[in-house]
């Protein structure tokens, strides 16, 4: 039934070259939506819509860019928005490089809320859509290293909140979907040795990044009327 409610849908995907957005794309395209997804690295795009057998278009570019988030919302109706796109900042605070700071900020949380807002002016105009958005469970804990990332988390959360609120008068949904440890590239992003040792060390298992589309799908597939407000998914032994 979730297929049927996508058919001829227009998703955008944003960090769809790798991990969860990557897979994201991909089970929308298979339930026969039409992806636009959104990335920087242009050649990791190409290489998606070429092994997915539906309408997968690639559009690169930098989601920092106002110019080119406005382009984004301007050029077309999205019936279902995922924010997937993220960066981490693990670090001990004591030696953080406020730079990272900066650069988690923007990209998990003035990019989200810039997009979501050109994105959900149409939607709002035509009186529906769909607002996912991809948190982690770093949303509602930190952890040793994680300060300025659940930091970003924690904001992902409150605005998710906010936007149901204030969209739903537009028969907007929004949805967050807040998953733990997964086995993407994303701690590949990690600079700090005694970071990378501790998670090198680390022996927990992981969600495949497919699981967690698996969850964005179905949630944008819930009957007119429903909307998941929470999705969280952890490993089995992640407490």
């Known amino acids: 039934m979730t297929g049927d409610r996508l058919e001829g849908k227009t998703v955008l995907v944003t960090g769809a070259s790798s991990g969860i957005g990557r897979e994201t794309a991909l089970r929308f395209a298979e339930s026969g939506a039409t992806v636009v997804a959104v990335a920087r690295r242009a050649e990791l795009l190409e290489e998606l819509a070429s092994v997915s057998r539906a309408a997968v278009f690639p559009v690169p570019g930098d989601l920092a860019d ?4 406005d382009g984004l919302a301007a050029d077309r109706d ?33 990019a989200l809320m810039c997009l979501t807002q050109a994105v959900a002016r149409r939607m709002a105009r035509r009186r529906s859509g769909h607002i996912i958005n991809v948190s982690s469970v770093l949303a509602r804990q930190v952890y040793p290293f994680t300060l300025a990332y659940a930091a970003t988390k924690h904001a ?32 590949d992003q990690v600079e700090h040795p005694e970071v990378r040792q501790a998670y090198a ?19 944008a597939g819930a009957a007119p009327g429903t909307v998941p407000e929470l999705v969280t998914l952890n490993p089995h032994a992640q407490l």
């Open 78 to 110: 999205v019936d279902v928005l995922v924010n997937a796109a993220g960066c981490t900042a693990h670090a001990p605070f004591l030696e953080a490089d406020p730079a990272l700071w900066e650069r988690a900020w923007r990209l998990n949380v003035h």
């Open 66 to 69: 106002p110019e080119f988030v």
């Open 156 to 187: 992902t959360a409150a605005i998710t909140r906010g936007l149901r609120v204030e969209l739903a008068e537009y028969g907007i949904r929004v949805t967050e979907v807040a998953p733990g440890l997964v086995d993407t590239g994303l701690m």
């Open 201 to 219: 060390a680390r022996r927990k298992e992981r969600i495949p990044a497919g699981e967690v589309a698996r969850a964005i799908v179905f949630a």
